[in-house]
T-cell receptor
Framework: AQSVTQPDIHITVSEGASLELRCNYS??????LFWYVQSPGQGLQLLLK??????LVQGIKGFEAEFKRSQSSFNLRKPSVHWSDAAEYFC????????????FGDGTTLTVKP | EAGVTQFPSHSVIEKGQTVTLRCDPI?????LYWYRRVMGKEIKFLLH????????ESGMPNNRFLAERTGGTYSTLKVQPAELEDSGVYFC??????????????FGPGTRLTVL
């Protein structure tokens, strides 16, 4: 069975500082990996995804994530956080046969200090 | 282009009552998914429609939950009778084409259900 762990429930960073959100997954083969963001009152928005190929993937809003098979991780990073990045972030894993059936982590809430 | 919409945005009902949630996917999207987030925990898959057919309903908690997708357009999720543990946020998502990870899922804003 596939599973996702986001170790950090809540993270606070200062505006302009760098950000890394952790995600560890469990899956028997190479999974599909996703990061979503949810702002208050909004649906989940896809930030980026990894299916295969280059292990460093670029997403929207200046985010990137690196797939590390040896560590079963898919951490999300941003070099300089903006106040508008405050939101809840979800890591998800999907099976290649049907990634629509995704397994999500518990989410990490990001607070940005001015 | 309109995104995925869900109605209502909030619903407060008493234990034992019936509630029906509605999801309107993006026009032309054959795949429609329901997910649920309970008590701020992980978002869990409930079921997947391809057009009007249930492709996978392995995540449905029990037979108090009934999902339909009439004519392959909008979908409803009925909870009857509702129990306290059904409280949570119900998300709907849709995607184009074949059921596969290559197609981005677009999520609605969710319906927050509170059962008292």
């Amino acid at each position: 069975a596939q599973s996702v762990t986001q170790p950090d429930i809540h993270i606070t960073v200062s505006e302009g500082a760098s950000l890394e959100l952790r995600c560890n997954y469990s899956y028997g083969a190479t999974p599909y990996l996703f990061w979503y963001v949810q702002s208050p009152g909004q649906g989940l928005q896809l930030l980026l995804k990894y299916f295969s190929g280059d292990t460093l993937v670029q997403g929207i809003k200046g985010f990137e994530a690196e797939f590390k098979r040896s560590q079963s991780s898919f951490n999300l990073r941003k070099p300089s956080v903006h106040w508008s990045d405050a939101a809840e972030y979800f890591c998800a894993v999907g099976a290649p046969t049907n990634a629509g059936k995704s397994t999500f982590g518990d989410g990490t809430t990001l607070t940005v200090k001015p | 282009e309109a995104g995925v919409t869900q109605f209502p945005s909030h619903s407060v009902i008493e234990k034992g009552q019936t509630v029906t949630l509605r999801c309107d996917p993006i026009s032309g999207h054959d795949n429609l998914y329901w997910y649920r987030r309970v008590m701020g925990k992980e978002i869990k898959f409930l079921l997947h429609f391809v057009k009007e057919s249930k492709q996978d309903e392995s995540g449905m908690p029990n037979n108090r939950f009934l999902a339909e997708r009439t004519g392959g357009t909008y979908s409803t999720l009925k909870v009857q009778p509702a129990e306290l543990e059904d409280s949570g946020v119900y998300f709907c998502a849709s995607s184009q084409g074949l059921a596969g990870g290559q197609n981005e899922q677009f999520f609605g804003p969710g319906t927050r259900l509170t059962v008292l």
